[in-house]
């Protein structure tokens, strides 16, 4: 790709105006790149960025823009140290959820400052993210850094669907580019704000395992002049009635305990001796229905089942001869996806109505906290919010992580972005994040990092 005389003037902002002009413009250029999988390219958006790494002075042979298909290349880039331990990679992934601009207030992929936010699609997961680690890479590559360890950086595509995820292919075909003692993921954790304040940091220590059913009812139809009671629509709507009504059970383990007992004074209030309560007796059902009326506390307590797709019909003029749902399943790691299945089996309670695995689970082993990170994080957040606390916390998503975890390269979640508990936007309409917390935030992963880097 041939270097415009305008992205060399950005990219030579890093050193004439400093980090956070180079982040925004990097933000912008990756908000501008449409990397939906229906019509997006993050190929082009991997090779914007390398071409940045290139004019900072890396290697060709240290910067790899690959994966299977035109539109779906990834980019890792290489920082070499000492060697005096094993790498260390740093994930993101570049592609981004559907956005339809009708329903948007604006351009979603247009980069829109307004009201002290940054707009568009990917600001908040994770183009925010992605422009702050390119940044902190630049950075140190323009600074004559040299870590003790070599450090990694892969930006991927297809992490939020498609066929193509960008990590299982790298560690199918290119383990030596990404393999690493740990990862750092800024696709999770990150700052929490509740009603204006922030609360703490939290770092991903393990996450929720991502599984579908289908539901589906099968009938012989006919005329719909002559209905009767048996129909296809009804048998399904029953069964997805019940799971509406449905809540799993309660089920803490270490990370979700420790996340709920770290919570607690930092809430107060209610709600605050509710979380130190059902961390002591998670059968209090008044305390766990007033939890479970936060969607977050209520994904944190339980594996969630919810319907996510739904047809039926073939006619206007028909009874059906078909109708089928799906249904999206957040299971806690420490669960099984036969007692999951089994469970909605029961629930269904109707011989007219198929349940049948859609997406099979992928199995969520989570490692023990690391240290180093847990001190570099610590460290980092203290430097930038005196008096914030690091929390461990579960995602209740799903992250690349799953697939380097079950590969042997243990990853934790570390995001420095703060984003507000009752306005999460990612995958939404109108998507958006805090333009100072992105800046605050440039500073914070660039001590993450350097930390991390020295360390042996």
């Not at 906290?369 to 203290?382: G, K």
């Not at 998503?397 to 042997?408: E, H, M, V």
Request: net charge negative.
């Amino acid at each position: 790709m041939r270097l415009s005389a305008a992205l060399l003037a950005v990219v030579s902002l890093s050193a004439q105006e400093g980090r956070q002009p180079l982040a925004r413009a990097i933000l912008k250029e990756l908000i501008e790149i449409n990397t939906t999988d229906s019509a997006g390219d993050t190929t082009r958006a991997a090779e914007v960025l390398a071409m940045r790494f290139r004019v900072a002075g890396f290697p060709e042979g240290d910067i790899h823009v690959d994966g299977p298909a035109p539109r779906k290349h990834n980019l890792v880039v290489r920082l070499h140290g000492s060697g005096a331990a094993r790498p260390i990679l740093f994930i993101g992934h570049l592609d981004v959820v559907e956005a339809n601009g009708s329903d948007w207030s604006f351009d979603p992929f247009q980069l829109r400052e307004q009201d002290g936010y940054f707009y568009g699609r990917g600001t908040e997961d994770m183009k925010g993210d992605a422009a702050i680690l390119v940044t902190t890479f630049l950075r140190l590559k323009s600074n004559g850094f040299r870590p003790a360890r070599d450090l990694v950086l892969a930006l991927t595509t297809d992490e939020e669907g498609g066929p193509a995820n960008g990590i299982d292919w790298l560690l199918k075909n290119h383990r030596d580019w990404i393999d690493a003692e740990f990862c750092v993921n800024a696709d999770s954790g990150g700052g929490h704000i509740k009603n204006g304040k922030r609360l703490f940091m939290a770092v991903q220590a393990a996450e929720k395992v991502f599984v579908s059913f289908k539901l589906e009812s099968a009938n012989p139809g006919g005329h719909s002049s002559l209905p009767i009671k048996d129909n296809a629509i009804y048998h399904l709507a029953g069964a997805l009635t019940r799971l509406a009504q449905f809540d799993f059970p309660v089920h803490l383990f270490d990370v979700t305990r420790a996340n709920f007992e770290r919570m607690a004074p930092l809430y107060g209030g209610q709600l605050g001796a509710d979380m130190k309560t059902v961390v002591e007796n998670s059968d209090d059902l008044a305390v766990v229905a007033r939890l479970s009326a936060t969607p977050l506390f209520n994904a944190l307590l339980r594996t969630t089942c919810v319907a996510t797709l739904l047809s039926g019909g073939h006619a206007e003029n028909a009874l059906p001869q078909m109708a089928t749902a799906v249904v999206n399943c957040r299971m806690l790691p420490v669960d099984r996806a036969e007692e999951v299945e089994q469970t909605l089996q029961t629930l269904v309670d109707d011989p007219k109505v198929r349940v049948t695995v859609m997406t099979p689970a992928k199995a969520s082993v989570y490692p023990p906290m690391n240290p180093q990170v847990l001190r570099a994080v610590t460290a980092a957040t203290l430097k930038s919010w005196p008096g914030i606390p690091v929390v461990p916390q579960m995602e209740t998503g799903a992250t690349d992580g799953l697939y380097l975890r079950g590969a042997g390269i243990p990853t934790f979640g570390v995001s420095g972005i703060f984003f507000d508990e009752d306005d999460v936007r990612a995958h939404g309409r109108d998507e958006r994040i805090l333009v100072k917390s992105f800046n605050e935030a440039i500073d914070f992963m660039d001590d993450v990092v350097t930390t991390l880097a020295r360390a042996q």
